[in-house]
């Protein structure tokens, strides 16, 4: 273990300058973009639970009226979510996948912002949007939402130039790493994908539940569970994705069953303590959560927080059966 503390044994001690640089840039932007998508994620599913609310509460009128509204803010997740996957595609640099990865990406990324500046534009002239400042769920909505999707159409187009034209004269150096078997590139896309869902759910909950719940309500063992097993989703992620993956080969063979074994021990407890504290107080979601998400919180059984407990769960006991696999080899 003492090999995941020493510098030598992780890729950047290799690199030049300029391949530092760029990892460490690539690598901010991502921690950026990461954070961004987790609180517009959120966001997206409370304005969904307040449709959700008043479809329960017998006001479908209402709730089309406010899906119709919102549209744009959905689509914003969209933008930032695809903007995380081009980034990670950059930084990951799998070979034989990276450039298809981020041009279908960037493709994507400027298909959202169309729909979203068309979307507005045409829910102006139709007369949804009062004005382009309505003020309402942002101060300057929906004008705001056509400047990021404007922006993020830039962004897409600078991408798509880059591997087309520039990447020649502006090479991308951060490390190329294996490429990934043709039969598992599917799975492993789709795994990482839903794997940054629970992410960004967990970073973005844990947050704000730190500043949302009622902690002085009685239920404080619930809250502080909770907060951990929000977070403890994010910070698994983080770990196996900017700890672990940037090792060299050799120390990641020699690490990763002692460190999927430590994983697998922390996350298990946390997920022990988390369904403890809802078993000794099942009533804890619908009284103290109910502020977060109303819907979700509403019973005392949460399916999203559930699997994002279990997540890195999972994920550990991946990591540990690899690793007990690659230990026979």
């Known amino acids: ?40 994620f959120f966001y997206t599913l409370y304005s969904f639970a307040d449709i959700i609310g008043s479809i329960v509460s017998a006001s479908p009128d209402v709730a089309i009226r406010d899906l119709i509204r919102n549209v744009p803010q959905f689509l914003l997740f969209f933008m930032t979510f695809w903007t995380l996957l081009l980034l990670h595609a950059a930084f990951r640099k799998v070979e034989g996948k990276w450039e298809k990865s981020i041009m279908k990406d960037a493709i994507c990324i400027i298909a959202f912002g169309t729909v979203t500046f068309l979307y507005i534009i045409i829910m102006r002239i139709a007369g949804t949007y009062l004005s382009l400042v309505e003020g309402s769920p942002t101060a300057l909505y929906p004008l705001d939402m056509m400047i990021y999707s404007i922006l993020f159409i830039a962004l897409g187009v600078c991408a798509i130039l880059y591997m087309k034209k520039w990447q020649q004269k502006w090479p991308l150096v951060t490390p190329s790493r294996g490429p990934i078997a043709k039969k598992l590139r599917g799975l492993y896309c789709t795994f990482v994908a839903f794997w940054a869902l629970f992410a960004l759910y967990g970073l973005s909950g844990g947050t704000l539940t730190i500043f949302i719940y009622d902690f002085g309500s009685g239920h404080d063992f619930y809250g502080v569970m909770l907060v951990l097993a929000f977070l403890m989703s994010a910070v698994t992620i983080g770990f196996w994705e900017f700890g672990y993956n940037e090792l060299k080969e ?29 078993g000794l107080d099942l009533d804890a979601p619908s009284n103290a959560g109910f502020g977060m998400l109303p819907v979700a919180f509403a019973a005392s059984v949460n399916i999203a927080t559930l699997l994002a407990v279990l997540a890195p769960v999972i994920v550990s006991v991946v990591a540990l059966v690899k690793g007990l696999i690659a230990r026979k080899k």
Do not use: H, W
Not at 7 to 30: A, G, V
Not at 260 to 266: H, N, V
């Open 250 to 278: 050799e120390k990641k063979k020699e690490l990763l069953l002692p460190l999927a074994s430590i994983s697998l021990c922390l996350s298990v407890v946390i997920a022990a303590l988390y369904f403890l504290s809802l």
């Open 1 to 40: 273990m003492k090999g995941l503390f020493d510098r030598s044994n992780y890729l950047p001690s290799e690199f030049e300058r300029k391949q530092r640089t760029q990892s460490f840039l690539l690598c901010l932007l991502i921690i950026v973009f990461f954070v961004a998508s987790s609180f517009v």
